[in-house]
């Protein structure tokens, strides 16, 4: 089930970012703000993948845990079509398209972070109090905060500077953890 619906996901979105290519005479140009939370979204996508493997030590499954855990893969999905829709409709190009969806897009994400907590608890109280230090807690309450905050501004340099803060924190936690 991870394998399917993550596939979906980075299908939806590697879909979506070749298509800038396809049409490259479209007059709905890329906009980069939106392309690097793509590229966001393949990473995070990637590392959750990587992080899952942990499963394999549950010892104990029941239909909560595996009806959860769909749900929580199924926000990475609901995400990639946010960012990457099969049409744009009455919007005219990526960056009212973009804004016009940062409540939800920024909503799920949050969402998803704290939806990340029950996810690592599942794995057991001593992974998810003794594998992972302080960092952990601290980096999904502020990933939260910062949605919120995104939800909220149009601001175009604070989109800018969080996408970049987000892409560069997620890779120096992932090489610093794995």
Not at 24 to 38: A, D, F, Q, V
Not at 59 to 88: E, G, Q, R
């Amino acid at each position: 089930m991870i394998a399917i619906i993550l596939s979906l996901s980075i299908t939806h979105l590697i879909r979506g970012m070749v298509g800038f290519v396809e049409s490259t005479n479209s007059p709905r140009k890329p906009y980069w703000i939106h392309l690097m939370w793509c590229g966001y979204m393949l990473l995070l996508i990637i590392h959750f993948w990587w992080w899952e493997a942990e499963l394999k030590n549950v010892s104990h499954w029941d239909f909560a845990k595996y009806l959860f855990l769909f749900l929580y893969i199924n926000t990475f999905y609901v995400l990639c079509v946010l960012l990457m829709p099969t049409n744009l409709g009455e919007h005219k190009n990526y960056v009212e398209y973009f804004f016009s969806r940062k409540k939800w897009f920024f909503g799920t994400l949050a969402f998803c972070f704290l939806l990340d907590f029950i996810d690592t608890l599942i794995k057991g109280r001593d992974y998810f109090f003794h594998h992972y230090n302080w960092e952990y807690p601290v980096r999904n309450i502020t990933h939260i905060i910062l949605c919120v905050v995104a939800m909220y501004t149009s601001n175009r340099k604070f989109h800018a500077v969080l996408v970049l803060l987000f892409i560069l924190y997620e890779l120096s936690y992932i090489f610093r953890l794995f």
